[in-house]
């Protein structure tokens, strides 16, 4: 208690300029709370004090009015950084430079104050628990006056300054042209501004006021069509950073409009703390900027998930003759792969025709309508996610619905599995014995069909950590897909391609209107199946280089070496029981890294957390145990 009293006296006999005794007041809460869990104590030690003491606590409530009367608020109040207008790499850059080197506010700004006396983000943990009521606990009605002309004045420009910002991203020649398209009004944008650049009356403040819920209705409806004009990672985080401002600027003009209101003075001087606490934060900033590309790749990959999810008898059953398909065009490219592999080629030149293979092998599933299971879960995680969030709120939608949805998700994961395996490994079978026939010696030695099989046990022949390498790369092609199926949209590549000057010379119009219509179609899905194919034909060469154990295991493909294996090694009952069970192991671990990579930045990207999906767990745990058909069987009616 006597150390508190030393440090009031401190601060209220000490020149206006300085700042050290009030350190010494934060450092006292701060030790309190590391010692307690809580500044209750302390508050009430500092208010029985200030009551027992006129003098001092006329002293204390004039050092906080010369505080706010003595610093500028603007760049507080606007919560406005130049970094904040930085690109990716020079924002991480500025961050990382001011870590090594921090940046010295200037000494007539608030920050200089708040940098010096206290230690940000810890000491938000403390001040939170201060009393709601605490400004006249300490001081009475009579305590420090906030809304002053000082205030007043930097309060007006942080507020005009906001205005400007976010009106400029609605006068952007950009912005207008997407709004023109949408057939979207920009007018708010004008109003806004018109608002704030007169003095702010009442009536002008509830004009902006108008224009600002105007605004926010525009930018989210812009965000919640952007699959009808694409996006980019500008156009999002633009988007997302005017919202973020659009907040600040409803939180000013609110208390503008009310500035003897005790609760908006402490919502708007938390809320810049916390801001200040982060500014410089290079995590965060680089979290802010990765979840907005995922978001813009896991909302056009969730377009592409759509289609594999099977609504009825019907549909189910068309997914089972195209994955039926696509098991066998693996067989046949498998038995390419094993040709290839005999070829003894350098690492290299190996990998690259792997690579090649690979990928030949998807495009053409893709070309003939075919489906290979494994390419499915990424697609469909985004699908899943985006109806957890059907109205871009955040919110989770329907539990019923959803569930609804993971089943059909689940039974048509499950069948494409069934159509790939039945195929691809009987199929192995018939190309290993026509080849052995048709050339008078075994496709494959002995020694190649036992490195076959071992290549399947989950532990000794490394199936489930290569599965899950396999997992990641399949995610990763998803995303790719979904990059490009976006970037189409937001590029507006079918009519540039249309009037490109360099086809023009040699196309008609007639063939440069199929040319662009059959990329912007299938640029995403070519994208996403060549990159697939060298992620997994270039694993083995990448291990290889590093000396790390990195390889692949699909179990499309794994299904079709066993088929190749089968009839070159002899196999008790048990070995091929253990091996069918390696197979699906293989393919379950494919699966669920696989969707668990894309239901995570699909989660990430909408700020959905996993405390917000309990319920939806719990229901589709319960959902299973009832009726654990309805996750493998689709109905007669969707």
């Not at 009987?426 to 026939?437: D, V």
């Not at 179609?521 to 291990?543: E, P, Q, T």
């Not at 990207?605 to 009832?626: C, D, H, M, P, Y």
């Amino acid at each position: 208690m006597q150390l508190l009293h030393s440090i009031v006296d401190q601060i209220v006999n000490a020149p206006t300029e300085d700042i050290d005794a009030w350190r010494d007041l934060f450092d006292y809460f701060r030790k309190e709370y590391q010692q307690r869990g809580d500044v209750k104590r302390a508050f009430t030690d500092l208010e029985h004090f200030l009551r027992e003491d006129p003098t001092h606590q006329k002293g204390l409530k004039d050092k906080i009015q010369d505080v706010t009367n003595n610093y500028n608020f603007f760049s507080f109040f606007a919560q406005y950084s130049l970094l904040d207008e930085a690109g990716f790499a020079s924002g991480v850059w500025g961050r990382l430079k001011h870590k090594v080197i921090p940046r010295i506010p200037e000494e007539t700004d608030i920050q200089h104050f708040v940098g010096t006396v206290m230690k940000l983000p810890y000491d938000l943990r403390w001040i939170s628990q201060l009393p709601r009521d605490a400004h006249q606990r300490l001081f009475g009605a009579n305590g420090p006056q906030l809304h002053t002309d000082h205030l007043f004045s930097e309060l007006d420009t942080a507020i005009r300054a906001l205005g400007v910002k976010i009106s400029s991203f609605g006068m952007d020649h950009g912005t207008t042209h997407l709004y023109r398209q949408l057939g979207m009004d920009t007018s708010p944008f004008f109003d806004l501004q018109s608002a704030l650049s007169n003095d702010l009356t009442t009536e002008n403040l509830s004009a902006a006021a108008t224009a600002l819920e105007e605004i926010y209705f525009t930018i989210t409806n812009l965000r919640l069509r952007k699959n009808e004009i694409g996006t980019s990672l500008r156009l999002t985080y633009q988007t997302s950073r005017s919202l973020s401002k659009l907040a600040i600027l409803k939180d000013l003009l609110q208390l503008r409009q009310t500035p003897t209101h005790t609760e908006h003075w402490l919502k708007v001087v938390y809320n810049c703390l916390r801001s200040e606490a982060s500014r410089f934060s290079v995590r965060q900033f680089i979290n802010r900027q990765l979840d907005l590309l995922s978001l813009e790749i896991v909302e056009h990959t969730a377009r592409s998930g759509e289609k594999y999810i099977a609504e009825n008898r019907s549909e189910y059953f068309g997914i089972l003759r195209a994955s039926m398909l696509g098991g066998l065009l693996i067989a046949c490219f498998a038995a390419a792969k094993i040709y290839f592999d005999g070829l003894q080629l350098a690492e290299l030149p190996e990998a690259v025709l792997f690579s090649v293979n690979y990928a030949t092998c998807f495009v053409l599933v893709k070309t003939f309508g075919g489906i290979i299971a494994t390419k499915q879960p990424a697609m469909v995680a985004s699908t899943i996610i985006k109806n957890i969030d059907q109205n871009n709120n955040l919110k989770l939608s329907s539990l019923h619905e959803i569930v609804n949805l993971i089943k059909k998700a689940s039974r048509s994961q499950f069948i494409s599995f069934v159509g790939n395996l039945s195929i691809a490994f009987p199929l192995a079978m018939l190309i290993n014995r026509a080849i052995s026939a048709y050339t008078k010696s075994p496709f494959i030695s002995s020694y190649k069909g036992e490195y076959l099989l071992n290549s399947l046990w989950p532990i000794a022949g490394g199936a489930i950590g290569f599965a899950a390498i396999a997992g990641v790369f399949l995610a990763l092609s998803g995303l790719i897909s979904g990059y490009f199926d976006n970037k189409v949209v937001a590029s507006r590549l079918h009519p540039r391609l249309v009037r490109h000057p360099f086809l023009k010379s040699f196309l008609s119009e007639k063939h440069r209107e199929k040319l662009a219509k059959y990329l912007c179609k299938n640029i995403g899905a070519l994208s996403g199946n060549v990159s697939l194919g060298f992620f997994l034909g270039m694993a083995g060469w990448i291990g290889f280089i590093t000396g790390l154990p990195i390889d692949i295991r699909h179990i499309a493909f794994s299904s079709a070496n066993f088929g190749f294996a089968f009839q070159t090694v002899e196999m008790s009952t048990m070995t091929i029981l253990l091996a069918t069970l390696s197979i699906l192991l293989i393919g379950l671990v494919n699966f669920a890294v696989s969707f668990g990579i894309t239901m995570y930045l699909a989660l990430k990207s909408r700020g959905i957390t996993f405390v917000n999906t309990f319920k939806l767990l719990g229901q589709l745990v319960w959902e299973i145990a009832l009726r654990p058909w309805a996750f493998l069987v689709a109905p007669e009616k969707g």
